[in-house]
């Protein structure tokens, strides 16, 4: 089967992905209520029970809010950095112990059958990551919530079959927007968000020179500084500007995440499995 992969929900109001291989079935993120999150998966044809484990980001409600509840209905181990374990404590609390589980940005381990690495963003939580999920010789990247691309950033996420990346606001809307001044700093910072033209720069540079970006979705987009329509277009015309076909054959697959509904999944075969 190779990987199968699907956003469940992208944006402040709550993050949740879903990564399955034959064998193992993990949540990256949860950020949504317990009941979301399974009828969610439901919708996708996915029986929660069959949930192996939690990987959560950093400690942000949007992205750990139900991951308590997911983990104690289901048995299921979280994995996260210390930094967000210890931020995200109240939220865990009633885990047993040694259901959390700390992992090491930059330290790849083995988790069933797939090998997960983290990788640390700059956003301004107490120690955040992104994950690569490696199997069958496939990467699947999950990498939200940056305020630029780090040199680890870039390394850590070129090269993947799919990838899921914010663009979180066009920088007019948010510049001329009605957030506080102290907010759209935040934003706009080096430990904020991405913009849709800092997004579209980034993917064109990567995807010219790694290969790979066979399926890319564009997440976490801000609802009042952002619209679907205008993340999707921008980021496209970058990438088009800059020679790298979207949707075509042999191109990249250029997708949204949708903001509260179950996106299209995408499935890709490992190496060596037929088309
Ligand atoms: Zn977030
Ligand atoms: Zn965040």
Known sequence: ???????????????????????????????????????????????????????????????VSGAGIIARRYGLPVFATEGTLKASRRLLERLKRGQTVSVISGSAFEFKDIVVRPFTIPHDAGEPVGYNFFHGGLKVTVATDMGHISDEGRESISGSDVLLIESNHDMDMLRNGTYPYVLK???????????????????????S?????????????????????????????????????????????????????????????????GQ
């Not at 317990?34 to 044809?45: N, Q, S």
């Not at 790694?210 to 399926?215: N, V």
């Open 1 to 63: 089967m190779g990987i199968e992969f699907c956003p469940l929900a992208s944006g402040s109001s709550g993050n949740c992905a879903y990564l399955a291989t034959e064998n193992t079935r993990v949540l990256i993120d949860a950020g949504l209520s317990g009941v979301r999150i399974e009828t969610a998966l439901r919708a996708l044809g996915v029986d929660p029970q069959g949930l192996d484990a939690v990987f959560v980001t950093h400690e942000h409600s949007d992205h």
């Open 185 to 207: 700093r935040r934003i706009l910072g080096d430990k904020g968000h991405l913009s849709n033209v800092s997004c579209g720069v980034f993917l064109s540079e990567i995807a």
């Open 209 to 273: 020179v790694a290969g790979g970006l066979r399926h890319v979705y564009l997440g976490h987009l801000s609802e009042e500084n952002n619209d679907p329509y205008l993340a999707y277009e921008t980021v496209r015309t970058i990438l088009e500007a800059n020679g790298v076909p979207v949707n075509e054959s042999g191109g990249m697959s250029l997708y949204l995440a949708d903001r509260h509904a179950v996106s299209k999944a995408v499935r890709i075969l490992s190496e060596g499995e």
